[in-house]
C-alpha cells in the first residue's frame, strides 16, 4: 500500500499564505487524482481543490482566486498554495489520491493522516 505524507500546515495570521505538500510513496503507482479535502469543526468534509492526471484542476468556489493546487509528476507530489488566508479557512485538510498501484494490480483510493491549518483574527 502506498502512504501519503503532508508538510506545511501550521497558524497563520489572516492575510497571511501557507503551502501545503503531499508525497506519494511506497508502490510504483499512476495517479489518477490528487487534491485536497479539508473538514472545519461542526461541519462536513468538502472538496477543496483536485488535479487529474492531465493537469485539469477543480476548486471549491470559496477558494477561487485564492488557492493554486499543481503538481510535481518526478516527485509523485501535490501542492497546495493558500493564499490571503481569513479564519474560514481553518480546517484540517486531509491530502486525497486515487491511483492505479501497478504492483498490487488495483486501482484505490488513499487518504493522509490530515494537517492542521489555523487562521486567527
Known amino acids: 500500500q502506498v502512504q501519503l505524507v503532508e508538510s506545511g500546515g501550521g497558524s497563520v495570521q489572516t492575510g497571511g499564505s501557507l503551502r501545503l505538500s503531499c508525497e506519494v510513496s511506497g508502490s510504483i503507482f499512476s495517479i489518477n487524482v490528487m487534491g485536497w479535502h479539508r473538514q472545519a469543526p461542526g461541519k462536513q468534509r468538502e472538496l477543496v481543490a483536485d488535479?487529474?492526471?492531465?493537469?485539469?484542476?477543480n476548486y471549491a468556489d470559496s477558494v477561487k482566486g485564492r488557492f493554486t493546487i499543481s503538481r510535481d509528476i518526478a516527485k509523485n507530489t501535490v501542492y497546495l498554495q493558500m493564499s490571503s488566508l481569513n479564519p474560514e479557512d481553518t480546517a484540517i485538510y486531509y491530502c486525497?489520491?486515487?491511483?492505479?498501484?501497478?504492483?498490487?494490480?488495483?486501482?484505490?483510493?488513499?487518504w493522509g493522516q490530515g494537517t492542521q491549518v489555523t487562521v486567527s483574527s
Open positions: 486525497f489520491t486515487n491511483l492505479d498501484d501497478l504492483y498490487a494490480r488495483r486501482v484505490y483510493d488513499a
Open positions: 488535479i487529474t492526471s492531465r493537469g485539469i484542476t
